[in-house]
């Protein structure tokens, strides 16, 4: 069964893939930030991933089903393929990627939301005038080494310009630390997107928890 997409999803809202958690099993990566309480999950291998794309359907496969069991959305990154091949609740598409259009297109009838990177006023103004998108993920906020292709920082000034342009709820993404969170807030996101803030978290409990706490009213 697939969910809908609400706004609230994007409050706590996890990516990973293999390459961003060497020497550990992303299947009990997830299992914990799941316990913690994200509230969506993209699974997001290519850069360093070491993968066969066998491999890489596999994981996804098992993953999808932790994220089912947990009532947890599931989005995949860029593949429309394997989206579709691991009834994905969602996909998430870069500004490089596939045309957002296509991607619609591509999913149509298939109950996935879609997800667009924009990180400029006029991807925003592009992204408006598409029917089909549901939210946008706008960055980085602040500078991060998580993306070797990461566009320029925004900063929370330009995020809240963006989330006042936008018709679709946003999630800020990039470089984003729990003492950023109030600000981040306070500029209009509905959430934020985090790979290493997890990943490396010492706490994820807690850090799952003030994320969620953060965007409470957003």
Do not use: W
Not at 20 to 27: A, K, M, Q, S, T
Not at 30 to 58: C, N, P, V, W
Not at 68 to 81: G, K, L, M, T, W
Not at 179 to 195: D, H, N, R, Y
């Amino acid at each position: 069964m697939s969910v809908t997409f609400e706004s609230g999803l994007l409050r706590a809202y996890f990516v990973a893939g293999s390459q961003d958690v060497p020497g550990r099993d992303l299947r009990d990566v997830l299992a914990t930030m799941l316990k913690a309480g994200i509230t969506a999950y993209q699974f997001r291998d290519k850069g360093a991933s070491q993968l066969t794309a066998d491999e890489r359907l596999a994981l996804g496969r098992d993953l999808r089903e932790q994220c089912r069991a947990a009532s947890v959305p599931f989005i995949v990154d860029d593949d429309v393929e394997m989206a579709l091949a691991l009834h994905a609740d969602g996909i998430h598409v870069g500004q490089s990627d596939a045309g957002v259009q296509r991607v619609i297109d591509a999913v149509a009838g298939q109950n996935l939301f879609v997800g667009l990177s924009c990180s400029m006023a006029e991807e925003v103004s592009a992204a408006n005038q598409v029917s089909g998108i549901d939210y946008l993920g706008s960055g980085p906020i602040y500078p991060t080494t998580s993306k070797d292709d990461a566009d320029p920082v925004i900063g929370t000034a330009g995020l809240a310009r963006l989330v006042d342009q936008a018709n679709v709820p946003i999630v800020a993404i990039g470089g984003v630390t729990v003492a950023s969170l109030p600000a981040i807030a306070q500029a209009g996101a509905a959430g934020v997107a985090v790979i290493t803030l997890l990943t490396n978290s010492t706490q994820p409990v807690a850090d799952v928890t003030a994320m969620r706490r953060a965007f409470q009213k957003n």
